[in-house]
Structures are given as C-alpha cells and as structure tokens.
C-alpha cells in the first residue's frame, strides 16, 4: 500500500517531469481560462474578455454636474428593478452629492448584482452663490467693502415690506464708506430700524463731519446651484472699530437652510422623473 510520503514524493516528480500546462477549466461566459503552471502548480488566470465583440454587462463611473443630464442617463441606463439613487448632505459643511447604482442589488433576496454601474451628480453652486457665501465672515476694509457691494448689487434685493435696503441703497452707502476711508469715527448711535448711524472727522479738520447710515440687515437674492432657481437670503451687516478705522463684515443668516431647500427642489426633481427607489447615505459605505 501506498504511503502518504510516496505520494506526496509521486507528486513532485510527476510536477518536474510535466512541461506543458494544465488547463483544469473555465468560467462560462466570461471568456476567462483557469490554468496550472507547473512546478509550482500556481493557478493562473486569462481573460479574453477584451476580445469579444462586446462586454459581457455594462459597467461605468461616470460623473456629471447637470441634473438634467443626470436624470436622462439614469432612464437611459438604468431600470426601476434593478437601479437605486442615494444622497448624501451636509447642509453646515455645504455638501450635497448623489450616486445612481444602475445594477444594483434588487428586491429578490436571493439575486445579487455586481453594483459597479455607477453614475454620480454634484450640484454645481452658481457663480454668485459662491461669492456671497465665500466672503461671508471676512473682515474688510471700507474700499473693500465697497468695491464687493458695487460689483454685486445686482444680487441685492429689497422685498416688499421687509425694511431691507435696495441695492442703489446699499450702493450710495458703500461709497460713502469710500469717501470716508481716510477719516476717523467720532461716534456711532443705533436707530430705531435696527440701522446705525455712524460720524467721521477728518484728521486735518476737526470741524468736518461726515454722517451716514448703517443698514444692519441685508438681503440677496441669488441662485444656489447653476442654472438653478433663486433663493431669498438675509445677511446681517457687522462692524469693527480698532485705531479709529471700521472695518466690515457681513455673515449669510442660516445658509445651511437655504442650501437644504434649494437641494430639496433638486431631489424632488429626481425622485419624480425617475421614479427609482432613493436613499440618504452612502451607498457604499466601509
């Protein structure tokens, strides 16, 4: 009878003495051939894959910043068995993405999908939510203020009953800012709107003065994504006051609201044209 050791010793020459490899079977379909390489016997894999006419299934990672582009792919490619949408927001940090899992896990619990179709969308922030958001908290100087106002008082809006300044207000006092960047603040005083009303001096001329008045409160009007909707939004004047100089400041009031609503519209927007089953999270989460 054969002992475990002659075997094993069989084996071993039978490996030095085979040159050819072994081919020990393939995977249906899949064009990929599973050999064994001698002496070692190391499993070895060939897919030719890439030469047949076309692939077996479809797979992609595609991105793509236009919902309605976003949308007409998911119903080009996609199905309502097989494919899901997810969303993943945080409105503080102003993020908000979306991916399309085209061949995704369905409703069957006991058929699996590859899950590497994949499309991605990431609202674009329009060119003027960007620079109202991106300056909001930054201190600036009295010509720096008024250049930002100038260059933007499109984007500022008075609605009816709000009190809020027009743009061409906040235009006229940006230039009084100007006008007044070389002269000293003798007082300021609160008035009754919430506005302030603040008295320069010129360094040169104590009999000087310059009076204007402060709004405390603003309001913009601008889209959040491009070529998107626009979206009321209050901002809170501020000042500064350090070796006789004012230096201002404005800060968006809860632009994480706003950012939620104007994503809400979006994803209202895919939920109804596609009709898919969406999630909030991460789809592919470790």
């Not at 076309?54 to 996609?78: E, F, S, W």
């Amino acid at each position: 009878m054969e002992t475990l050791n002659e075997s094993d010793n069989f084996a071993e020459t039978l490996a030095r003495e085979i040159k050819e490899p072994i081919e020990i079977g393939s995977v249906p379909d899949a064009a990929i051939t599973r050999i064994a390489m001698p002496p070692g016997w190391n499993l070895l894999e060939k897919d030719d894959s890439k030469r047949l006419p076309a692939p077996l299934r479809k797979t992609a990672t595609i991105q793509m910043n236009d919902v309605d582009c976003y949308i007409d792919y998911i119903k080009r490619h996609g199905s309502l068995v097989d494919s899901t949408i997810w969303c993943r927001a945080d409105y503080a940090a102003g993020k908000v993405d979306f991916t399309a899992i085209l061949n995704d896990n369905g409703e069957d619990a006991s058929k699996a999908a590859w899950r590497d179709h994949v499309a991605r969308f990431t609202p674009r922030f329009s060119t003027e939510w960007n620079r109202w958001s991106d300056s909001s908290g930054k201190s600036m100087s009295q010509l720096d203020f008024a250049t930002f106002i100038e260059e933007n008082r499109k984007d500022i809006v008075s609605p009816d009953g709000s009190g809020m300044p027009s743009g061409a207000a906040m235009l006229e006092m940006a230039l009084q800012f100007e006008a007044t960047q070389d002269m000293r603040l003798k007082s300021h005083i609160r008035l009754q709107n919430g506005g302030i009303s603040m008295s320069f001096i010129q360094d040169d001329d104590s009999q000087t003065i310059a009076k204007m008045d402060v709004f405390s409160k603003f309001c913009i009007g601008v889209p959040v994504f491009w070529n998107g909707d626009a979206y009321q939004v209050e901002a809170r004047l501020k000042y500064r006051t350090r070796d006789q100089k004012v230096t201002f400041s404005f800060e968006l009031v809860r632009a994480d609201k706003v950012l939620e609503a104007a994503s809400n519209t979006v994803i209202e927007m895919i939920k109804d044209k596609t009709g898919n089953p969406f999630f909030f999270g991460n789809p592919f989460a470790q």
